[in-house]
């Protein structure tokens, strides 16, 4: 079952739209600067997922297809044909399960900071201890522990501030529910490897949820692709470095046929 996602839906503009979808454990603010760079220009949808930020939150376990179909339900709600995609961290992979479930409406995909290979066990077991823990705890000890993976320690104090207070936001049943789901993710790796349309892959170049080595394995696999390692970023590239971010973005736009 679906639910209705809160989103905010900005700028007109003849390029094709572009809808952005946050990572774990965040929501849409996440894309601030991308919102203003880019709605001047054409439409820019950001929604919240499910159990984020103002959207519902439905406990237990959420699988990436149910994000995915959400995100297909928002498309229609909105009557968009067709979107530029763009993902990153859990947000990336949702735009896999996206691409596999309605690519023909995908006209050009980015994967910032994700990874494409399935869950080994130790890591399942390390996804569903963390959502039990959250569920017990809270946020806030996550979030303080993993600030700085999420962005970099050198990162501007306003943008670090701006992670911790989304994460800390979060709902804890919404997170372990997304948690979950991500444990039991299928593997993206052949699905990737058939994508018709233009690719960009973003990532920082200290990032070690998903370090540059996996990011070029993204590239790697993509038929039509281009690479772009943002210095001096860790996790959240878009946040940390967002000109260089958006002019990498820019440039990729600027390829999808409008």
């Known amino acids: 079952m679906t639910v209705s996602l809160a989103y905010e839906d900005k700028g007109t503009g003849t390029g094709v739209p572009l809808l952005l979808v946050h990572g774990h454990p965040f ?7 991308q919102i203003e760079a880019f709605a001047p220009h054409r439409r820019v949808v950001a929604p ?32 968009l044909e067709s979107v530029v995609l763009a993902g990153l961290s859990m947000g990336g992979q949702i735009a896999m399960e996206c691409y596999a479930r309605f690519g023909d409406r995908v006209r050009g995909l980015v994967l910032a900071d994700t990874f494409a290979e399935p869950e080994t066990p130790e890591g399942r077991r390390a996804r569903n201890a963390m959502a039990d823990r959250l569920l017990r705890e809270g946020m806030r000890g ?37 948690l979950r789901g991500r444990a039991e993710r ?72 409008g």
């Open 142 to 178: 996550y979030a303080d522990e993993v600030l700085h993976k999420m962005v970099a320690a050198h990162a501007d104090p306003d943008v670090q501030a701006h992670v911790h207070r989304m994460m800390t936001a979060a709902p804890p049943e919404g997170a372990a529910a997304a």
């Open 48 to 79: 919240d997922l499910r159990g984020y930020g103002a959207s519902p939150v439905v406990p237990g376990t959420t699988p990436l297809a149910a994000f995915a179909a959400d995100l297909e339900a928002l498309l229609d709600a909105l009557g």
């Open 186 to 257: 299928p593997d993206y790796r052949p699905l990737l490897a058939r994508v018709t349309v233009p690719a960009l892959v973003v990532v920082g170049e200290d990032d070690e949820y998903t370090p540059v080595a996996v990011a070029e394995t993204l590239h790697a696999l993509l038929p039509d692709s281009t690479l772009h390692v943002v210095a001096g970023a860790a996790h959240m590239p878009n946040l940390e470095r967002p000109r260089e971010f958006d002019a990498a973005l820019a440039a990729f736009l600027a390829r999808v046929p």
């Open 27 to 33: 929501d849409r603010t996440m894309w601030a600067p």
